[in-house]
């Protein structure tokens, strides 16, 4: 497998409806091949927010790259800068909301929940 380099300042940049901030996939299978995972920058300005639920069968990850922002998990809100991140497994939530004078970007990442393929069925 050949290494691929993304030009992440290349791929485009989408406003999202309501207050959800904007998204740019800067890691899919059309970019680089990448099958089984997605991988997202996002920014939330003033009042907008990221509420992020994995289904039943996938994981996803939420770092902070810049900002500052307020992540809510189980009801209960953190105050959090960038290096912080969350791990969400299937069928897990939070949100995470922009707080602080200047953008909040994030680096999310969703993965399916991986199949062992030792298991045979019937065995």
Known sequence: MATTFID????ARVR????QGEVAEVLNNDLCGAKNVVGKLRWLGK???????????????????????????????????????IYLG?????SVMHAGAVPLKLFHLVVPKAVDERVVPGS
Not at 8 to 11: F, I, K, N, R, S
Not at 16 to 19: D, R, T, V
Not at 53 to 81: F, N, P
């Open 16 to 19: 999202l409806q309501g207050l």
């Open 8 to 11: 992440t300042a290349a791929c």
């Open 47 to 85: 009042g907008e927010r990221l509420d992020a639920q994995s289904g039943q069968d996938e994981h996803q990850l939420i770092y902070l790259m810049e900002g500052e922002g307020v992540i809510t998990l189980e009801r209960k809100d953190y105050e959090v800068a960038k290096g912080a991140g």
């Open 90 to 94: 299937p069928g897990e939530a939070a």
